[in-house]
């Protein structure tokens, strides 16, 4: 059993600390008298300390009360109050004195402790915790989301971090930040590298996958990069990444043919004619996540890409979350290492998003925000995320300091 200690004017004063700051269940194992504060000896003011430790919760408590087991039920206290009073009037000591003056004394002593008690036993009805979920709704963050973050809040903060609403955003500010799960690009790469982007109808697949083989395949620092569409079936889904590859000076294949077993053939030729390439930018046809069976057919397709093939999924950023717990499930079959986020621009919230790729343990690869070929991409940081939260006092200074961007903002253009 671990032995903690804490010190305080009184024994009570120690118990309120211990329980604001861990709200967990404990017993105080011994308590002796000590001298507090001062500087070198001189100043100080008595006190106690206390040894304790934790104890498992093992006798059941009222609800509300959860959380507190230090905190008796309130017949408790007055049964306290009427021994301590019954105390005082047996003591010598204080007979000798006026009495009713030290009853009153005690009363009072009691009435303060009472008061300190109520107010952390209802810790949990803080106006904090209805303030902090009412600014996760504004931004659309899952009831279970929000839920968890309630519960954390409970846990860790005291109900003097609770007193002040900066510390509360604060703290939710980082806790999001933490559940927000950055992709980090294998330090090894084999070549070529083939970078496939699946995910559903009219999302932005084929644009992002332009502005990509932009970035990579254009400017001083260029390698060498080629697109390739299995698209081949949607009216213009061809001539659209023939302009773009024009414009571009962007080499592009189309792997198209009857089935998708002779499809996947022609994607398998066309990597193997041009291995010379340093990446690949796949873009696939737009498939609805409750169409299983053409799921199964691109998969079938995609095959031809062989073992360097990387899949990363596409998502607008405006679908509601029951939507994209659905998506994430259906592409699971292709194994995607990333979720990249589409049209940011045209959602105002990402609540969603953050609570449903939390919940899911799904990373971001990259964000989305403009139609613009190729300038409207970025890489995915935390602080993107936080920064656009709506409702919350943010210090970028410090969200930085604790979410440093890495290398996504050196993704500029070159
Ligand atoms: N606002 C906004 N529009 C975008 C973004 N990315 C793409 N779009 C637009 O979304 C529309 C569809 O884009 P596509 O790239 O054709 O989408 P897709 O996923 O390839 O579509 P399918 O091949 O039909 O499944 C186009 O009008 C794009 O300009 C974005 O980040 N923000
Ligand atoms: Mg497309």
């Not at 009072?108 to 904090?128: C, D, I, V």
């Not at 809040?153 to 930040?177: A, C, N, P, R, Y």
């Not at 698209?231 to 571009?248: F, H, P, S, V």
């Not at 022609?266 to 010379?276: F, S």
């Amino acid at each position: 059993m671990e032995l903690f200690v804490e010190q305080g004017e009184t024994r009570m004063d120690c118990e309120l600390k211990i329980a604001s700051r861990f709200n967990r269940p404990f017993r105080i194992m011994t308590q002796k008298e000590i001298r507090i504060g001062g500087f070198m000896g001189l100043f100080s003011k008595p006190g106690v300390q206390v040894e304790y430790y934790f104890t498992p919760q093992y006798y059941k408590k009222p609800a509300v009360m959860q959380e507190h087991s230090f905190i008796q039920p309130e017949e408790d206290l007055e049964t306290r109050k009427r021994k301590l009073i019954a105390a005082a009037g047996k003591d010598p000591d204080r007979a000798m004195q006026s009495g009713k003056e030290a009853a009153d004394q005690i009363i009072n002593a009691l009435n303060e402790l009472k008061e300190k008690l109520e107010n952390t036993a209802g810790k949990n009805e803080h106006p904090s915790f209805a303030k902090a979920a009412g600014i996760l709704r504004l931004n659309d963050f899952s009831e279970s989301y929000i839920n968890s973050l309630m519960e954390r809040m409970k846990k860790e903060l005291s109900l003097e971090k609770l007193e002040d609403f900066d510390t509360v955003q604060e703290h939710l500010l980082e806790w999001i930040g933490e559940s927000i799960s950055i992709y980090k690009e294998d330090e090894i790469m084999r070549k070529p590298r083939i970078f496939i982007l699946i995910g559903p109808t009219g999302v932005g697949k084929t644009t992002t996958i332009a502005k990509l083989a932009a970035f990579y395949g254009i400017g001083p620092e260029a390698v060498d990069v080629r697109m390739i569409t299995i698209d081949a079936y949607r009216i213009g889904a061809r001539e659209q990444l023939e302009k773009i590859g024009n414009i571009m000076q962007i080499p592009v294949s189309f792997a198209d043919a009857e089935t998708p077993e002779q499809a996947q053939q022609v994607l398998r030729k066309e990597i193997a004619i041009h291995k010379y390439i340093d990446m690949f930018f796949v873009d696939t046809i737009g498939k609805s996540p409750k169409d299983a069976s053409k799921i199964g057919e691109m998969k079938i397709i995609l095959d031809g890409a062989g073992r360097n093939a990387e899949f990363h999924l596409a998502v607008s950023a405006a679908t509601k979350a029951s939507d994209i717990e659905n998506i994430l499930r259906q592409f699971e079959p292709f194994n995607y290492k990333s979720v990249l986020l589409t049209k940011m621009d045209e959602t105002e919230h990402v609540g969603n998003i953050i609570s449903v790729l939390a919940e899911k343990r799904k990373s971001i690869s990259y964000i989305t925000d403009g139609q613009a070929v190729p300038s409207d991409i970025k890489k995915a940081s935390v602080v993107r995320f936080l920064i656009n939260l709506d409702g919350f006092k943010i210090n970028r200074e410090k969200i930085e300091k604790r979410f440093p961007p890495g290398d996504a903002d050196q993704f500029k253009w070159r």
